[in-house]
């Protein structure tokens, strides 16, 4: 492979424009036209599918369908996030990393008196050349295996919410290269986004098709039935107007529509989100973080007692509802589960439950959410299977009775539109995610696999993937010494935000000044997070500066295919981690790079050595070839594939299942939807966080057993009043976008703090702040056992008293260990998994305190920590590279 292939393109005319999915999610997105002029992006913006294509042309690709006398058409332009359209800001930012760096008290070799590892996320780096930063990687792996054994290099970041990439796929090319060359140890994902449900739904309704994640959904014409069929669309804990930002503003499109036909839009959220906030029709039920299994219970009694639930289809489609009926009356444990009993626990007064629950039981009611936050906290388990109860009872798979989530609405199968084709859901060939590794560690457990030199937990080694009785699996780290097991002694990184994205980040902060990790390699294109904690980091191209070939993603309109050069020069000395891993792998053997590129290994297809025969490839292996040319598609830039003529005929979700329960079951033991779990019952008989039917769970002391003490109704909340509710932030997209400067200059994405510094909003109620002596604009600390990180107060009516709201994914802006000014809320978050036997994350809905910092309080830390305080800081952007790197250019 040509030395920078990448490094030319039409760029080096005067001005072009390339179109291009730009979403941070990593699956494409809707696209926009990138236009450079003289190497540089003078803007980003959406386009028009008439740009390169008539309407004649795209007749057969565009789609539309008419509900209740109005007509919603697929748009012909496109609809970016804002994210995306303000990307520029994001390749030029200060923090950007043009050159491979080392940590300047580091040194490898593995001497503990050159590692420094206590220095990680303190110490400054100093640039050096890409021959001496693939020099000592190479080294690095060789000594390490030597010295420890084959699997004893973890590689982090086997996917996760990157840039949109294919060729380049961020999040597996480390593998690439660490698999030819011997064992290694592999993080692998959990099913971050939507814990709940693959830890309890699947207990409920089986794994069904999504990956095993939990959902239920075939993805056809969902949409389209809610659209056609329901009187109403409960949003519980979801903030459309936020979390379509994946790929697409088009959701917020389709949620107007609905409004305007007359559906009734309820957002049940502990904040007044800006879905409730954008249309002004939307009802909003606000409650207390992570209490949703109360406030389900309280809605069930009232449907239970009133006769509000279909009883046919309980009595032919669903097994155990004895069980939830003695629970949920009082008869299995005294506690009748009244709206009063709910009230007293979700903050929703007895009169709104009982009004929602008669409202929901007597119309045709969907619920619709984006990964919302009760399915992320302690214990999400249980609102993952009370929500499949609540469609349970009102006959799910009904007309109009649908679970939309995030893969109901754009990419693939996972559609808005009625139609959907998905060709172009690409391999991710580079990523190598789906290839074995002898040893793994579930990336929840990542910082305390290190930090104790072990660790256990129940479910498949490839968590995402597990059916439901694969969650009986007792899995353990190291595995045994003669299958390859060997302890973690380096670790490189593709995906550097686990402190920021996961659970506990303090404890991972800690775990990477573990003196065992005598390397940690970050590869990424900005100096933020885990990569301030790096020996050596190494610069990384936006999808804007590679020449790759990309599909839509999840949430957009439409199917589209965009192919493309690079708009621009990399910045600096960037390369994509698809370069970085063939220039690392020459120091293994110079043939390797060819065959990695070839895809020389046993069931992977050729893929061809250059860029540009690896975009033919991707091309050929997709269904559009009948379609289009190689030629013409390169010389338009994209293509809107035709739709699938016979999708008309596509069921609906569970539809056949509502139909003919016995001929089409669910994927559960009995074969219908369980409201008591037998599966559970004999494999945990005493795991009183996880018991056969859901239950609200108080949690207690760890001494008790328990896993959490996270409600106001434990001891800790004596301590730590407030719940925190730590959803994803409208103005970044997870970990990604903190530093674009038009963001930060609106009101609600940072707090000017009388300091200068743009602080990140902790949203208090007005009777909170009183009480606590707060004002709008004050810098706050918010903080438990965990540690403290600094936020500026937002007071305002949009949150619930007795709950806060900062959103995650703040970037880090460590000041001291478990003292950081950045806002990580992340860091904060339980280490712990969700409960006993499920190791997902409990990144929302636990407790904390908020007080105001007072001026001899910052004095005093600033005259401790005067480093931290003084390093290179930017309001408009943020703390930047100026601030770590030494002789800065």
């Known amino acids: 492979m040509a030395e920078h292939e990448v490094a030319s393109g039409p760029w080096q005319e005067p001005e072009t424009t390339i179109y291009r999915g730009m979403a941070c999610g990593g699956t494409g997105g809707e696209l926009s036209a990138i236009d450079s002029k003289d190497g540089k992006v003078v803007r980003i913006r959406p386009i028009r599918y008439t740009d390169e294509y008539s309407m004649d042309e795209l007749k057969d690709s565009l789609w539309s369908f008419t509900a209740r006398g109005k007509t919603l058409k697929c748009p012909v332009k496109t609809a970016p996030p804002y994210q995306s359209l303000a990307y520029k800001k994001r390749i030029y930012s200060k923090n950007r990393v043009k050159y491979p760096l080392k940590r300047v008290d580091w040194e490898p070799g593995g001497d503990p008196d050159k590692i420094n590892a206590e220095n990680r996320g303190k110490s400054k780096f100093v640039r050096i050349s890409w021959d001496e930063a693939c ?202 589960k009244t709206p009063k009993w709910a009230s007293e626990i979700c903050g929703v007064e007895p009169w709104t439950i009982k009004a929602l629950a008669r409202e929901w039981g007597t119309k045709t009611t969907s619920i619709l959410h984006y990964c919302g936050c009760h399915v992320r906290g302690p214990y999400s388990h249980e609102p993952g299977r009370t929500e499949v109860y609540k469609l349970a009872l009102q006959g799910f798979g009904a007309p109009g009775v649908q679970q939309i989530h995030l893969f109901s609405y754009g990419g693939g199968k996972q559609a808005v539109r009625p139609t959907p084709y998905g060709p172009m859901m690409f391999s991710e060939m580079h990523a190598m995610q789906f290839y074995p590794a002898d040893q793994t560690i579930p990336r929840t457990l990542v910082a305390r696999s290190i930090q104790n030199g072990h660790s256990d937990w129940w479910g498949s080694p490839q968590i995402i993937f597990a059916m439901p009785d694969e969650q009986f699996e007792h899995n353990f780290y190291p595995i045994e010494e003669d299958e390859g097991g060997a302890k973690v002694h380096m670790l490189w990184s593709e995906k550097p935000c686990n402190q920021t994205c996961w659970n506990g980040g303090f404890e991972f902060q800690e775990a990477m000044r573990n003196k065992d990790l005598e390397c940690v390699i970050t590869n990424h294109p900005w100096l933020e997070n885990d990569s301030l904690f790096a020996d050596l980091v190494l610069p990384v191209t936006t999808p804007a500066e590679e020449s790759d070939i990309v599909g839509s993603g999840m949430g957009d309109s439409i199917e589209v295919v965009a192919v493309q050069d690079a708009a621009i020069p990399p910045v600096g000395e960037s390369l994509s981690d698809y370069e970085i891993s063939l220039k ?199 903080y438990n056992e965990r540690g403290t990180v600094l936020c500026g107060a937002k007071v305002s009516e949009r949150i619930l008293p007795q709950s806060v709201m900062v959103n995650k994914g703040s970037r880090s802006d460590p000041i001291a260990t478990e003292f950081d000014r950045g806002g990580n809320i992340n860091l904060i978050s339980p280490a712990g998994p969700i409960s006993k036997h499920c190791y997902g994350f409990a990144v929302s809905g636990y407790l904390v305190d908020v007080q105001k910092v007072s001026d001899e309080e910052m004095a005093g830390w600033i005259k401790q920590y005067p480093e931290a305080f003084e390093r290179a800081y930017d309001p408009a952007s943020g703390s930047h590279y100026d601030g770590w790197v030494e002789g800065v250019e």
Request: glycine letters at 8%.
């Open 135 to 336: 020099d000592i990687i190479a080294d690095e792996i060789k000594r390490v295996r030597k010295t420890y054994g084959e699997n004893s290099v973890l590689a982090v970041g086997e996917d996760g919410h990157c840039q949109s990439k294919i060729i380049h796929m961020v999040g597996g090319n480390h593998i690439n290269l660490l698999m030819r060359t011997g064992g290694f140890t592999r993080e692998v994902r959990t099913p971050d986004s939507v814990e709940g449900f693959y830890w309890g739904a699947k207990f409920a309704w089986g794994a069904q098709v999504q990956a095993g994640l939990g959902m239920f959904d075939n993805g056809w014409n969902v949409i389209e039935d809610v659209t056609k069929n329901a009187d109403m669309v409960i949003m519980q804990a979801g903030d459309l107007e936020t979390t379509q930002n994946y790929a697409s503003q088009w959701m917020s499109r389709v949620m107007r529509f609905w409004l305007d036909i007359g559906i009734k839009l309820v957002v049940v959220d502990p904040f007044c989100t800006y879905t409730s906030v954008c249309h002004d029709e939307i009802t909003w039920i606000p409650l207390l973080p992570n209490t949703d299994v109360a406030l389900d219970y309280g809605m069930m009694y009232v449907w239970l007692t009133e006769g509000l639930y279909d009883v046919n289809y309980v009595e032919t489609h669903t097994y155990g509802f004895d069980k939830l009926k003695a629970y949920v009356l009082g008869e299995e444990d005294g506690i009748p």
């Open 584 to 782: 690392i792998a020459e120091r293994f053997d110079p043939e390797l790079p060819k065959q990695m590129a070839e895809g020389r290994i046993e069931g992977e297809p050729a893929f061809g050595l250059t860029i540009e025969q690896q975009k033919k490839s991707e091309y050929e292996r997709s269904p559009i070839v009948s379609e289009i040319g190689w030629e013409e598609l390169k010389a338009k830039g994209f293509y809107v594939p035709k739709q699938d003529p016979y999708a008309k005929d596509y069921k609906p979700n569970a539809r056949l299942f509502y139909e003919d329960p016995e001929s089409f079951p669910v994927g559960t033991p009995s074969g219908k939807i369980e409201f008591y779990s037998d599966q559970l019952e004999e494999n945990f008989p005493d795991d009183k966080e996880r018991q056969p039917l859901a239950k609200w769970i108080v949690g207690g002391p760890e001494s008790e057993g328990w896993t959490h003490d996270e409600t106001l109704a434990g001891e800790r909340a004596k301590k730590y009043p407030f719940l925190v509710n730590a959803c994803t932030g409208r103005w970044r997209f997870h970990a990604q976008c903190d530093d674009i400067t038009w963001h930060r200059e609106i009101p609600t994405a940072k707090v000017v703090g009388k300091d200068g510094y743009l602080y990140e909003p902790c949203w208090i109620s007005p009777e909170d702040a009183k009480k606590q002596g707060i004002a709008d604009g004050d810098i706050v600390k918010v």
